[in-house]
T-cell receptor, first 113, second 114 residues
Framework: DAKTTQPPSMDCAEGRAANLPCNHS???????VYWYRQIHSQGPQYIIH???NNETNEMASLIITEDRKSSTLILPHATLRDTAVYYC??????????????FGKGTLLTVNP | DTAVSQTPKYLVTQMGNDKSIKCEQN?????MYWYKQDSKKFLKIMFS???????INETVPNRFSPKSPDKAHLNLHINSLELGDSAVYFC?????????????FGPGTRLLVL
């Protein structure tokens, strides 16, 4: 699976949009971009994933650049409860017996009142 | 209505003891996983089972033995506990071992070996 690079930490004001970047310059054509987050003392939580088109769900939006070498997770109106470590993960489609999530260090997003 | 549950939530034990952590999912998923999160907060996969069959074993010491009595349960037994086994252990499940399916994580079991 391709390696990802994320900033170690970011701050965001409550009510503002939080934009979390991720670089995955070695991504392959069959690899998806996944985002998970881990709120303190809880298990990781799935947020969103995409291949090459932008995606939106009730939690966030995912913007993937045309060359697919980077992406941005957008939380449109961050709240204090969005304070968490956000993980950008790239993994193959149809992983078969090698299916697994490889977590990096992630980005600690702190939402401030 | 907990989707993925783990017991116990906390486990404090002495070195050398044998302990088990249980995991159950009520999502009807085929695949279950065990992850370990160490003190540096790195989250790494340990095992994965698909329909009671082991499909991933990530070079984990053989003191760790997963057991899946049915596809809704994946338990983790640890023999001869060592100090370095202290960590948070997360169970997860997904609809299948192939494809894009997302994983759903349990709340974690915090193991402290003294």
């Amino acid at each position: 699976d391709a390696k990802t690079t994320q900033p170690p930490s970011m701050d965001c004001a409550e009510g503002r949009a939080a934009n979390l970047p991720c670089n995955h310059s070695t991504i392959s054509g069959n690899e998806y971009v996944y985002w998970y987050r881990q709120i303190h003392s809880q298990g990781p939580q799935y947020i969103i994933h995409g291949l090459k088109n932008n995606e939106t769900n009730e939690m966030a939006s995912l913007i993937i650049t045309e060359d697919r070498k980077s992406s941005t997770l957008i939380l449109p109106h961050a709240t204090l409860r969005d304070t968490a470590v956000y993980y950008c993960i790239v993994r193959v489609m149809g992983g078969g017996s090698n299916y697994k999530l490889t977590f990096g260090k992630g980005t600690l997003l702190t939402v401030n009142p | 209505d907990t989707a993925v549950s783990q017991t116990p939530k906390y486990l404090v034990t002495q070195m050398g003891n044998d302990k088990s952590i249980k995991c159950e999912q009520n999502l009807g998923h085929d695949t279950m996983y065990w992850y370990k999160q160490d003190s540096k907060k790195f989250l790494k996969i340990m095992f994965s089972y698909n329909n009671k069959e082991l499909i991933i074993n990530e070079t984990v010491p053989n003191r760790f033995s997963p057991k899946s009595p049915d596809k809704a349960h994946l338990n983790l037994h640890i023999n001869s506990l060592e100090l370095g086994d202290s960590a948070v252990y997360f169970c997860a499940s997904s609809p299948t071992s192939r494809g894009q399916e997302t994983q759903y994580f349990g709340p974690g079991t915090r193991l402290l070996v003294l």
